[in-house]
Structures are given as C-alpha cells and as structure tokens.
C-alpha cells in the first residue's frame, strides 16, 4: 500500500474509481498507520466536499431497499447525476463476517458509468452504519458524486446514527405485511423525512395507499424535527419503477427549502460536532482497553467477575480508577 497521501489525494480528485475504492479501503483500516494518513487525506479532501445531497435509506426486512436503491439510483443518473451508494452490510455478532453482497442485488446501478457502489460492513457500530461511513462519505463527494445514498442494515437499531450524517431520511416500507404500525418504532417516525411504502403495485395498489394514511396518521400526531419542512408519506414501485420522480422531487424540494432557510448550513455543523464527539468517544475506548494497566487486570477481573467473586459495578470502578492517574 502507497504511504504517500498524494497519490490517494490526486487519485480521487481525478475521479478515479479505482482509486476511490483504494482510499475508502485505507479509510476503514484499523491500522494505526493507515488511521494516521487516512486521516490526513481527508483533512486536504475537505474543500472540496459538502456540495452532494446526501440521502439515508433504510426500511423493513423485505421492503426492497437494494431494488429501490438500483432503480432510484439509475433514475438520478439518467438525470444527469453522478450516483455513490455505501452499502452497509450486517456483521455477524458471532463471527464479525459481513456478505458485502449489495453489489449483486443491484445489478443495473452496479454497472453504470455514472454510479459507484462501496458495501462495507456494519461491524459493532450502533444502527449498523460503519464507523468510517462519514468518511468515505467525504471521498466521494470530493470525488466528484453528487447524491450519496447511505443504505443501512435496517429498522430498529439506531436510527439517529443515520440521521446525523445524512440530509434526507428515507424509511422505506412495505403494505399488507400486518399491522402495519407495528413495523416501525416511534423513533423512526420522529427522524424521517419521507417514509415510501414500496410494492405499490399491481394488488397491493389497495393496501399501499391504506398503509400511506395509516403511517399520515401517525405523523401527524408528531411534532416535525424541522420547522422548514413537513415529513410526507408516498408510494411507489420500484420494480415497475413509477413514483420515483415524485420522491427525488420531495428531496430537492426539502433541501431547496432547508438552504433557504439556513437549516442545512445550521444541521451540517451539528452534525460535525456529533462526528467529532463520536470519534472522541471510539478514541478514549480504543485507548482504555490497549492502555497496559488495563489490559493486565481485565483478564482477572473478568473472571472473577463469571465467579460471582466480585460485582460488575466493583470491577468495572477499579479499572476506571485507573484514569486518576491521569488528572
């Protein structure tokens, strides 16, 4: 691997996917030195990001996420855009494994010029977005893409965690499955601001537009996150491909009224400081368990905690007192 930044730095600058791919790899590095100089890279990548529309789409298992994300994806580029799709794959909680197999599920977008697509696993962090997703998030768009989709594991993780980097929440739903209320959490309803029942098509055309005044409703009963804008609930179907004008109208219409009103300036620095304390946080927990005189009683404690020869709450105080050395 390249130690020079530059040869990362002007790869993606040139629009090279090949080269994006590259620089996203040594982003999602653990290695400390990879860490070092992916974080430099991003550092002189900066000016050149925050013009995209940045989009997360999650939803319900077998909503059809990856068939909306290719049809809606090779609509944008028909229209001229240049389409990045980070794909968060699942890891598993026994194996850290991930498939990484979004690319085979959109098969249309997967081969068009004006598209890229970066699976990546979800590994530990919370709403299955990968740590590094905001920075690879910034290497496209310094690249040249100008709408990123976030695709996340799904429904009922963490549902902020994708809302603190994105401009636009999509939550994509599916009618006839049940109550359909029951498939999604209050949170969900308080962050999104769209939420698309899918399959709206062929004898499910009925369901669909009861499930879209079911889920009105319900939002109406909440109070918006945004002054600017008020969450609509729509459908589509990504298979026969209609409604999918509709929706990117939606989009541009919320972000034409979020620049007016200086909220998306206002929303993007919040989310900076979100970023920076995230990453304060995952830094002082890498550091404490690789600390030495952590690691030398972890081992005992832990053990002596399965024994019952100690309290968790007992344990966990001689370990963090280490930290007074500290002040």
Known sequence: MQKDPDYYIQGVLDANRLMLARTITLIESSLPTHQEMAATIIDRLLPYTGRAIRLGITGVPGAGKSTFIDSFGTMLTELGHQVAVLAIDPSSARSGGSVLGDKTRMLN???????????????????????????????????????????TVGVGQSET???????????????????????????????????????????????????????????????????????????????????????????????????????????????????????????????FYNHPDIGGQLPALTDAVKNQSISPSAAAGQLLGELKKYR
């Open 161 to 287: 965690a994708v809302s603190s980097m994105v401009d636009f929440f999509l939550v994509l739903m599916i009618a006839g499955a049940g109550d359909e209320l029951q498939g999604i959490k209050k949170g969900i309803l308080e962050v999104a601001d769209t939420i698309v029942i899918n399959k709206a098509d062929g004898d499910n055309l009925l369901r669909a537009e009861r499930a879209r005044k079911e889920y009105e409703a319900a939002l109406h009963i909440l109070t918006p996150s945004s002054s600017n804008w008020s969450p609509k609930v729509m459908t589509c179907s990504a298979l026969e491909q209609s409604g999918l004008r509709e929706i990117w109208e939606a989009v541009t219409t919320h972000r034409s009224a979020l620049e007016t009103s200086g909220e998306l300036a206002e929303k993007r620095r919040k989310q900076d400081l979100d970023w920076l304390y995230f990453l304060l946080d995952e830094g002082l927990k890498t550091w």
């Open 109 to 151: 977008l997967s081969v068009n010029a004006n598209a890229f697509i970066r699976p990546s696993p979800a590994g530990t962090t919370l709403g299955g977005v990968a740590r590094k997703t905001r920075e690879a998030m910034l290497a496209c768009e310094a690249a040249g893409f100008d709408v990123i989709i976030i695709e």
